[in-house]
Each structure stands twice: as C-alpha cells, then as structure tokens.
C-alpha cells in the first residue's frame, strides 16, 4: 500500500529523572511571569510550597478530582482571570492536566464554563499556554488535545486543538509514589491508547511505530511497575510508554475499548483505565488480523492470543474487575446500547453493532 499521511506533534517534551526540578528553566525559556497550578489533593502542598519559592506562581488550585468537575475548571479559570495569568499548569494524573487544559482555553474569553461545555460558544480565539505534567503513568493526556470533564453527571470528551499543551514535562520519579492498583489501571490505560491507536481505522505508520514501542515497554516493565513501585527502571519505561501510547492515538483517536469505557465507569463506577482494560482482551480477539499479528510479532509473542492472555493475566494481578459478576447487577441491554452509540465505537476496525457488543459481554457473565 502506498504511504500516505499526514503527521503532526506540536509538544514541546522534557524527559527524564529529575526534569521537573527544570521547571524555573523552561518558564524562562517561554518568558512566563504568571502561572496558576492546578492539581489534586495529594500535590497541592508540593504547589504550595512552589508558590512560596517562586514569585511566578501566583495561584493554585489544588482540589482537583478523580473524575474532574466542570466546577474545578470554573475555579481554575476564575484564579487565572484574578491573577492575569499567561500560563497554567496542570500536575498530576489526567483530571489535573484535563482540568489546566479548559481553564487555559477559556481564560481569556468573556463566556461562562458551560456555555463552552456544552459547545453553545466557540472557544476564544487567544488561549494561555498549558504545562502538562503528568504523575501517573497512563493518560497520555500530556500531548494530546482532548479533555474529559464531567459537570455533576455528564462526562463530555472534547476533542479541540484548543486543549493541545504547549510543553509537556514527564519526570518519571513523580510516579514513583503512585500506588500499586493505580500504576496498573493507568499502565493498562496506556496498553489500551497505543493497541487502539494502532488498529484504529485512522492509523498511520509513524503512530503505529510509537503504540508498537509502547505495547513493547509495558509488557516487560507493568507487572514490576506493580509489584515493585520503588523500582525506577521499571517507572521510567513505564513513562516512556506511556507518553508514547499517548502519541500514537493522539492522531488516530481510540475505539472501542474506550467507547465501552464510559458506561462502565458512568453506571459502574470503574475508574478510566480499569474501565478501558475491562473489553482489552475481548477486542484483541474480536480484532484480530494480520496487522495486530504483526504487532504482536515485533513485541515478541507468539501471536494475538498471548497478548490478549498477557493482558488478563495482568488484571487478575491487581484483582481488576473483569467479568460482569464484578460489577454487581447489570442491564445489559442498556450497556450494549451506550457502547454502540458513542462516537469512538465507529472507529473499531470490527464493525459493532449492539448485538455484537451483547454478545462480548455475555462471553464475559
Ligand atoms: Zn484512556
């Protein structure tokens, strides 16, 4: 087949041990005098702490939640617009950056959160610069231009060039105090962007070599990643794969994995990435093909059957709910339904109507 393509990866990346200490350096380097933190519990007296060493951090916000709040964006934004900001910062797993990512795009616009919520106002055409820097290994939200924000309870993904940050800053020893089950939700997240990326009806040959790498890295360091969380080899792979799971479906988007991701996490409360890993395995199988053969190949399996078993087994180290008997009473019809219909669904290689997904998730009773 002829190659034919177009890429594009605006991120500016700093990697490496150590290369948030780099902050300071690189504001200098983007002539940032204004920048507003926003982060989650465990952070906020680290951002504190910033604020009081460094006269350019004026604000923090540091109550982000695990599933982020419209309200946590509306507060972001308010604190950027009473400090005058150029910049904000998100510091922690996706909800952190997601929530950075909004406050920045609608900072300098006259609208309320909502009205760009709900997509009833075009986002403002100037924008603050957004700092990504992820803590966890798994989002990939560092280089891609989506954020999820839910608003009491609706969950919107919005898919923007607004959202897309200007520098992304992964320091792999900023995850090495995540716990265990979360290093694995987050690490079978990113399993699941570089997989769906790379079977992804939109993929193409320079994400592919990324979701190929990424599947490459998390096989050989998640389970140490787990077992072993003060282990830095283990945490550094785990970061590259993770942010290069997060290119390889920043362009392609994800699939189905992720479709049937919000159901199970709105109805079932499964956080993002055990919500995800939940049909990892069913839709290994379910798209099986030359491609995904040759992927496993590269990454040195037998073939797409170890890998979805590598992926179960992976689960059934970290007691992830996997089966439809964990997650308590379920209405089938109504899941099969809200999987068929989300817009990523249309991106499986395999088409998936309702009864198909019915039948997947009875395999799985
Ligand atoms: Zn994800």
Redesign the pocket.
Same mark, same amino acid.
């Given at each position: 087949m002829a190659l034919d393509f177009v890429y594009s990866q605006p991120v500016k990346i700093y990697f490496g041990e150590g290369t948030f200490a780099k902050l300071g350096e690189i504001l200098d380097e983007l002539g940032l005098q204004r920048c507003v933190i926003a982060c989650g519990r465990h952070f906020a007296p680290t951002a504190q702490a910033m604020m009081e060493q460094d006269a350019r951090i004026t604000a923090v916000f540091g109550g982000v939640e695990q599933n982020p709040q419209l309200s946590g964006v509306i507060e972001t934004t308010r604190l950027a617009r009473e400090t005058k900001a150029d910049a904000v910062i998100g510091v922690g797993g996706?909800s952190s950056i997601d929530t950075a990512k909004f406050a920045a795009a609608i900072a300098l616009g006259d609208g309320e959160a909502l009205e760009y919520y709900r997509g009833e106002k075009p986002f403002p055409a100037e924008r603050l610069t957004i700092i990504a820097v992820p803590t966890t290994a +798994?989002?990939?939200s560092e280089v891609t231009q989506v954020s999820v924000v839910s608003h009491n309870t609706e969950k919107r993904t919005i898919n923007n060039p607004v959202f897309m940050p200007k520098v992304a800053i992964v320091d792999p020893v900023l995850s090495s105090t995540v716990p265990p089950r979360t290093t694995m939700n987050t690490g079978l997240?990113a399993m699941?962007?570089a997989l769906e990326g790379y079977w992804s009806k939109n993929h193409q040959p320079i994400s592919d070599l990324m979701a190929i790498e990424a599947v490459r890295l998390i096989l050989a360091n998640l389970e140490t990643a787990y077992t072993d969380g003060a282990n830095m080899e283990a945490r550094a792979n785990m970061a590259y794969a993770s942010l290069l799971g997060g290119l390889s479906f920043a362009l392609p988007k994800?699939a189905a994995c992720?479709a049937c991701?919000y159901p199970l996490s709105e109805d079932y409360h499964l956080p993002? +990435?055990e919500a995800?890993a939940f049909t990892l395995d069913s839709f290994v199988r379910i798209n099986a093909d030359e491609r995904l053969e040759l992927l496993c190949r590269r990454v040195g399996l037998a073939g797409t059957e170890e890998l979805a078993q590598k992926i179960a087994e992976l689960k059934k180290l970290a007691s992830l709910r996997s089966r439809l008997s964990d997650l308590g009473e379920v209405d089938l019809d109504k899941l099969a339904h809200d999987c068929a219909v989300h817009g990523l669904m249309a991106n499986n290689p395999v088409k998936m109507d309702e009864a198909a997904l019915r039948a997947m998730f009875e395999k799985l009773a």
């Open positions: 996706g +798994g989002t990939g997240d699941a962007h994800t992720h991701s993002h +990435g995800c």
